[in-house]
Every structure is written in C-alpha cells, then in structure tokens.
C-alpha cells in the first residue's frame, strides 16, 4: 500500500499537482470546500472549510480513519491565524515513522521587512517530532515586460518539485528584487 498523501486546498492552483499525485498512485486524501466534488480519479474528498474549525477536524479525522496516518501533507492556508494548519500539523507521521507536512506559503512571507514571518509560519509544527516542516514560498517571475504572479501550473511543477527534492526551503519563481514584484492583486 502506498503513502498517504492528504492535500489541503487542492482544488484550485494546486490542482495540477493533485492530479500528478494522483497519477502516481498511493492513498489521496483531499480536503476542501467542495473536494467531494472534485471527481478526479483516486482521489477521496472530504469537504470541509479550514476556516471552520469543527468541520476541519472531522474531515482531517475521516481521512486519517480512512487512509492511516499522514505521510504527506501539502497544505495552502491564506491565513494561519486558525486551528486548522497546526491540526494538520499533528496528524501528520506516526511515532518512529515522521511524515511530511509541504507548508505553501504566499509571497508576503518574502518581505524582507517582516523577516519573521517565516519563522511565525514555522511555528505550526513546533514541538511535534512526527512531523518535517517543509516551506515553499510562492514569488514571482521576472519577465521582458515586468513581473507577474506564477501561473497554476508553475505553482504545482514547483510545489511538486519542493516535494521530490525535500528541501527545507524552496520558492517558486524569485523573490528578489522584492521591489520589481507585480501589484498585490492576485498575489500568491
């Protein structure tokens, strides 16, 4: 039996990823406001708003009933101000066997005047031995014409990159000169 891999917010610009994982087989957990729906090919949805603390939990403790311990978690929050990213945090591994949580992080964590935000966002796995916090900061590409924001599929091959190489660290796209980065709307 494969790896459990459990996907949070796998329905948007990590959708790409979601399907490639799916393709290589293993146990898929997805959760999200309509993962039910998302009707892709090995793949369970559990539905579930992680803003809404109660229903993130049941849905996480379905998928861990269902599919075992965590082996890999890949996680996009907008906000980690919520119970949801350290609930996460600790269904991930089991003793004598850590698993990986893949924290997707939007560029605002690359702003070198709030240097601690990293740190800040780091702090969801703290404490838990069964779980390896990796961080993947979403940037931006320079182009001819400027900067813009990643596309989807840039956000997934990078996530999915992050994923393979097991950094600690990763970015996907570049975030310097922070000065040339495109407008905040849409930002990642």
């Not at 993947?136 to 599929?153: D, K, M, P």
Request: hydrophobic fraction near 45%; proline fraction near 5%; glycine fraction near 12%.
């Amino acid at each position: 039996m494969g790896p459990h891999i459990l996907v949070v917010g796998g329905t948007g610009m990590l959708s790409d990823m979601v399907e490639a994982l799916a393709r290589e087989g293993g146990r898929l957990s997805l959760l999200s406001r309509q993962a039910s729906q998302a009707g892709r090919p090995g793949v369970t949805g559990y539905d579930a708003d992680y803003m809404d603390d109660e229903a993130f939990a049941a849905a996480l403790d379905r998928a861990v009933a269902a599919s075992g311990p965590v082996d890999l978690a890949v996680a996009w929050f907008r906000t980690l101000k919520i119970a949801a990213p350290r609930r996460l945090a600790e269904a991930v591994g089991a003793p004598g066997r850590p698993g990986r949580l893949i924290q997707v992080l939007g560029s605002a964590v690359g702003d070198p005047d709030h240097p601690d935000r990293l740190a800040r966002a780091a702090a969801v796995a703290e404490g838990l031995e069964t779980c390896r916090l990796r961080q993947v900061v979403l940037g931006f590409r320079l182009t001819g014409q400027g900067a813009r924001w990643n596309t989807q599929a840039e956000i997934s091959a990078g996530v999915l990159a992050a994923i393979r190489d097991d950094l600690a660290w990763s970015v996907v796209g570049t975030l310097e000169p922070w000065s040339a980065r495109p407008s905040s709307a849409g930002a990642g």
